[in-house]
Nanobody
Framework: QVQLVESGGGLVQPGGSLRLSCAASETIFRIARWYRQAPGKQRELVAGIADDGGTAYADSVKGRFTISRDNAKNTMYLQMNSLKPEDTADYYC?????????WGQGTQVTVSS
């Protein structure tokens, strides 16, 4: 059973940066995404990376967030810059591998002064 372990969340001031990591026990991040869910809101797609390395972002984070992966380390990242209070949410990594969706446990990001 593949497990995804997230890290890197925390409290940061507006304008600050964080880098989230999602580590797996296998190389599974060929098709992978980051989602987030703010209190009282539905989970939303933040960023995705395709098998060919192509990336896509929600309009709300475009130009500020960067998704990447390191297959040698079986790890996916989400670099978040210029953070805003509205980025506050629980962030989840997701990978589609061998016809199965895998999810991380979530990591909390709070942007506040």
């Amino acid at each position: 059973q593949v497990q995804l372990v997230e890290s890197g969340g925390g409290l940061v001031q507006p304008g600050g940066s964080l880098r989230l990591s999602c580590a797996a026990s296998e190389t599974i991040f060929r098709i992978a995404r980051w989602y987030r869910q703010a209190p009282g809101k539905q989970r939303e797609l933040v960023a995705g990376i395709a098998d060919d390395g192509g990336t896509a972002y929600a309009d709300s984070v475009k130009g500020r967030f960067t998704i990447s992966r390191d297959n040698a380390k079986n790890t996916m990242y989400l670099q978040m810059n210029s953070l805003k209070p509205e980025d506050t949410a629980d962030y989840y990594c997701n990978a589609f591998f061998k016809n199965t969706n895998y999810w991380g446990q979530g990591t909390q990001v709070t942007v506040s002064s």
